[in-house]
């Protein structure tokens, strides 16, 4: 199922936010569709690792990797949704393959972490770890700052479209995405894992995607939208 999904992301952008339609079912409050969409994500992988740690010892490259994990989709789970302003409905199919995403990929990397990864001693030094682990902190902060510009755009009850400003937004029209893009970056290079880079990959196909859809509907929304501005990478694409 969950290649499946991925598999029908890659061919197709599925439509939400500005580009929602009926076309994939009925619509689905976005706060309420981003809390149960993620929410896997999260307990899926807290009940593995309540599992693992009742029978082995974890050791301290394991729940480190896992911390990072958890600490994004804590954000993603139990804050993110409830800061969300205005924003429309998401469609019942884009929902329904988020969800999916989220329950396999999530059993996917906590499983590995929390019951098979053997990392050789003295991992946490390594310069895989230290690299991997500055890059995941470094898109996290990104991902975070940009959905705050991103939702400051907006006053309270408002639903219209601004251009963003600020941080990254000043050099490409999806900062949010690079962000999370160099964050799971970072994690599939400290984990070091078929797992863990099958999905940056994923994630990196799928935010490009949508960063380029962006940038596009910004030029044509906005006429003084800034050319200087690339989709993704600043200076480059």
Not at 82 to 108: D, E, H, Q, V, W
Not at 226 to 237: C, D, G, N, S, T
Request: glycine content about 8%; aromatic content about 18%; charged content about 10%.
């Amino acid at each position: 199922l969950c290649s499946a999904d991925s598999a029908l992301l890659l061919f197709e952008n599925v439509p939400y936010g500005r580009y929602a339609s009926s076309k994939y079912g009925f619509h689905v409050s976005v706060r309420l569709s981003w809390l149960i969409q993620e929410l896997p994500a999260f307990l899926v992988p807290l009940s593995l690792v309540l599992w693992a740690s009742s029978s082995r010892a974890m050791y301290l490259p394991n729940q480190l990797l896992l911390g990072m994990y958890f600490c994004h989709y804590f954000q993603r789970t139990f804050i993110y949704p409830f800061l969300i302003r205005g924003g429309k409905p998401t469609p019942f199919g884009s929902f329904a393959l988020a969800f999916a995403f989220c329950t396999c990929n999530g059993y996917l990397q906590a499983r590995y972490l929390s019951h098979y990864a053997e990392f050789p001693p003295g991992w946490v030094t390594h310069p895989y770890f230290i690299t991997g682990s500055c890059l995941w902190f470094l898109g996290w902060v990104i991902n975070i700052h940009s959905d705050h510009i991103l939702r400051n755009l907006r006053a309270p009850g408002e639903t219209g479209y601004n251009i963003p400003r600020g941080g990254l937004f000043e050099y490409v029209s999806g900062a949010n995405f690079l962000g999370e893009i160099i964050e799971w970056a970072g994690f599939a290079l400290a984990v070091h894992s078929i797992h863990s880079a099958a999905f940056a990959l994923f994630t990196s196909i799928i935010l490009s995607s949508r960063a380029v859809a962006h940038h596009k509907w910004y030029l044509v929304k906005f006429e003084d939208y800034p050319k200087h501005r690339k989709a993704l990478i600043p200076f480059v694409f």
